[in-house]
């Protein structure tokens, strides 16, 4: 049962999931926050709520409202350290372990050759040798007597 479990985990599926689910999260951190520092502001300056903007003032009476890059710059900077984080964590260490799984696999027993490729092997030697014995005969039959 657990020889089962080692195998899935080495196939790699589920350390790409999870950090597949991780970069999914971190990106979504970048998307919103583009959106509440941006297209909000945008929406604002066209009327919406006065506490969002450019900076500009459009309209005389409202305030000038700013885009804000801070949620989106640390946005950015924390999505680039989940990565290093799930790549030095995760991803660095599971490829040493798969190496040094895969060559211990290896060292243990040879792979077997599969029947259909012992088979395919055996047709090419005996159409090499039809070939050659084929080739032989008709250089014999054309070849000019004494």
Known sequence: MLKGFKDFL??????DLAVAVVMGTAF????????????????AVLGGNSQLGFGVTLLAGKPATFVALGPIISAAIDFVMVAAVLY????????????RYLARKGADSEKPVPADTELLIEIRDLLAAQAARENK???RVHSPSA
């Open 28 to 43: 979504t951190a970048i998307v919103s926050s583009v959106t509440k520092g941006v297209v909000e502001p945008l929406l």
């Open 137 to 139: 005969e008709s250089t």
């Open 88 to 99: 030095f964590a995760l991803i660095l260490p599971m490829k040493t372990v798969q190496k």
């Open 10 to 15: 080495m196939r790699g599926n589920v350390i």
